[in-house]
DNA sequence: GTCTATACGACGATAGAC
DNA sequence: GTCTATCGTCGTATAGAC
């Protein structure tokens, strides 16, 4: 009986392990925050023993560290959507489609860059003030070359953005909120089809874009 | 030499200690989450022994629950705004302002309670079964019966809601991060004034109100 | 590369003097 | 009602065998 299996290399257990341990990581310090997580309880979702994250990661930080990074290179492509539309109706409308579906699918690391930005950006404060900062001039910019042609309403971008921000992030932050609401049970595809276009009817109205 | 001041009584002391733990509590929860705020960082804030909050409220969850109740009770009050309208224009800018403001005022509830509902609800899960479910019950029978009179656009009232819940409290909640995109300093009074017509033209405009 | 055992520190909670 | 001293627990991190 010979090994049909081909013996992973070093550098693979190395990515698998470091991508277990993420996405354990991710759940754990969305449902505990980052001082209610333990290493322990993040070892044990991933199936691996607590020293074995202090081997890849050093330091719960660092770990932390890794898990907001994702959610944020994430929220970053979504705006790929934004950028190749000609008018606000297309590229507003295909931002909230991407936004809300990212709640949809990453509802963790929403709420693990909320509760971080919440207490205060202690790990990501660098980010905000360049990466972020940037990105939100780039769309300001955009918007108001759509107000200045005359395809939207003159409204504050900033304002937009902030709306945009915080509608499609709520489905995910506060979807325990909303499922209970809900009767207790979790949105159905049908009505995440009709919260992504209520929102989009209600945002494209407000901004003149219909 | 009298002592003119005449001494707290004992029901006096109480509430005024309860009064000062609370306001710390809550300042120190909003910033660390539940378990990443100590007792000792509370009892330091409130100018009290670490001791003397575990007289008054024995336990740490005992005080985060009061703490959670007290920004819930708030929002609640806020309604009343939106009840004595009679058309959607008025009501829901009202509703707005109200929320807007709160968000300015009690930031550091508003984060608790954000908290406490993306970790789950594990402590007020019951309120938000019975209280919230009543309220928001209510509300989306106003705004069916607006809709029904043809004063506003046939929306989804509870994605409204939510729109509403998550654009107003996003002032709150992220407050850092508008805080760093607006140059790091704290939006003015102007700016929070153009935050609120922002908006509520956009809502309004959105559901046809206007 | 993996895992057991443990050091070390911090935190929640309480006992008991005042 | 107030406060000091302290107990027991738990969590991060590491040392060292395999």
Redesign the pocket.
């Given at each position: 009986m010979t090994e049909t299996a081909r013996p992973m290399r070093?550098q693979e257990?190395?990515e698998q392990?470091e991508r277990l341990i993420l996405q354990a990581a991710e759940k754990v310090f969305a449902e505990a925050g980052f001082g209610g997580?333990?290493?322990?309880l993040i070892a044990d979702m991933a199936g691996?023993?607590?020293?074995?994250l202090?081997?890849y990661f050093?330091?719960?930080?660092d770990l932390y560290r890794r898990v907001v990074q994702e959610i944020f290179e994430i929220w970053l492509h979504a705006a790929d959507a934004m950028d190749h539309a000609e008018d606000p109706a297309q590229g507003i409308a295909a931002y909230i489609d991407a936004k809300m579906e990212i709640s949809r699918q990453h509802p963790h690391g929403s709420k693990v860059w909320a509760s971080e930005v919440m207490h205060g950006a202690p790990v990501i404060q660098d980010y905000l003030e360049t990466t972020l900062r940037d990105w939100t001039e780039g769309r300001v910019a955009v918007i108001n070359r759509w107000i200045a042609d005359g395809r939207m309403a003159p409204v504050d971008p900033r304002h937009l953005l902030y709306m945009l921000w915080a509608t499609t992030q709520h489905y995910a932050d506060f979807g325990h909120q909303i499922e209970t609401l809900n009767g207790g049970r979790a949105l159905t595809d049908q009505q995440w089809s009709d919260a992504k276009q209520s929102v989009k009817d209600i945002v494209l109205r407000g901004i003149g874009a219909l």
């Amino acid at each position: 009986m010979t090994e049909t299996a081909r013996p992973m290399r070093r550098q693979e257990i190395r990515e698998q392990n470091e991508r277990l341990i993420l996405q354990a990581a991710e759940k754990v310090f969305a449902e505990a925050g980052f001082g209610g997580a333990t290493m322990q309880l993040i070892a044990d979702m991933a199936g691996l023993p607590k020293a074995n994250l202090h081997y890849y990661f050093t330091t719960k930080e660092d770990l932390y560290r890794r898990v907001v990074q994702e959610i944020f290179e994430i929220w970053l492509h979504a705006a790929d959507a934004m950028d190749h539309a000609e008018d606000p109706a297309q590229g507003i409308a295909a931002y909230i489609d991407a936004k809300m579906e990212i709640s949809r699918q990453h509802p963790h690391g929403s709420k693990v860059w909320a509760s971080e930005v919440m207490h205060g950006a202690p790990v990501i404060q660098d980010y905000l003030e360049t990466t972020l900062r940037d990105w939100t001039e780039g769309r300001v910019a955009v918007i108001n070359r759509w107000i200045a042609d005359g395809r939207m309403a003159p409204v504050d971008p900033r304002h937009l953005l902030y709306m945009l921000w915080a509608t499609t992030q709520h489905y995910a932050d506060f979807g325990h909120q909303i499922e209970t609401l809900n009767g207790g049970r979790a949105l159905t595809d049908q009505q995440w089809s009709d919260a992504k276009q209520s929102v989009k009817d209600i945002v494209l109205r407000g901004i003149g874009a219909l």
